[in-house]
């Protein structure tokens, strides 16, 4: 149980495109989703949280118009890199969580996101 | 402020060897433990919790953890391992009644044959 779909697993374009990453639970309800990034050989850092049908809540130093994140339903949340650059090359990873705070998060297999 | 500190960035081991890797948090209010492990390329994938109770948690793939309150610690162990326990290992604390977790920087297991 506790499964967590993250698509695409890969991906790379050129400088400018927009990119969308979804994130889904595929047998429980998530009420909350996190996003995660992942730079090389560091640790996750949280980009923001989102619950479903409400804005999402990000972190200090993370641009909400630069990474849109949408959380429609119970199963499904959206991350669009918009007019992606080199540096937004990187490992997003996102989790899904059922319940409250002392719950654990469910991880997605993370998107490798390459901007040539 | 909150902090999760894993003090080895990589630990070498030979298989059937026993193993500990080290988490210690600070942290002003209540907190919930968690001990992941990520294989490359991939997402984390819960090892093990602590929410309260005993504080010997057992995980998947024959680990445990022992939650320590007065050492704020929260170590990994596992008796002998295994060449498929080669990947990252992460702890996280997650903070009462706060929609947050934080990350350790990660322990790298190298298991050799």
């Known amino acids: 149980g506790a499964v967590v779909s993250q698509h695409p697993s890969w991906v790379i374009c050129k400088s400018g495109t927009s990119v969308k990453i979804e994130c889904r639970s595929l047998d429980f309800q998530a009420t909350t989703m996190f996003w995660y990034r992942q730079f090389p050989k560091q640790s996750l850092m949280l980009m923001a949280t989102s619950n479903e049908g409400s804005k999402a809540t990000y972190e200090q130093g993370v641009e909400k118009d630069k990474f849109l994140i949408n959380h429609a339903s119970l199963t499904l949340s959206t991350l669009t890199v918009t007019s992606a650059h080199p540096e937004d090359s990187s490992f997003y990873i996102c989790?899904?969580?059922?319940?409250?705070?002392?719950?654990?998060?469910?991880f997605g297999d993370g998107t490798r996101l390459s901007i040539l | 402020a909150q902090s999760v500190t894993q003090l080895d960035s990589q630990v070498p081991v030979f298989e059937e060897a026993p193993v500990e890797l080290r988490c210690n948090y600070s942290s002003s209010v209540s907190v919930y433990l968690f001990w992941y492990v990520q294989y490359p390329n991939q997402g984390l994938q819960l090892l093990l919790k602590?929410?309260?109770?005993?504080?010997l948690v057992k995980g998947i793939n024959g680990f445990e953890a022992e939650f320590n309150k007065s050492q704020t610690s929260f170590h990994l162990r596992k008796p002998s391992v295994h060449i498929s326990d080669t990947a990252e290992y992460f702890c996280?604390?997650?903070?009462?009644?706060?929609?947050?977790?934080?990350f350790g920087s990660g322990t790298k297991l190298n298991v050799k044959p």
């Open positions: 602590y929410l309260s109770g005993s504080t």
């Open positions: 989790s899904a969580r059922s319940g409250g705070d002392n719950q654990p998060q469910h």
């Open positions: 996280a604390v997650g903070l009462y009644n706060f929609n947050k977790f934080y």
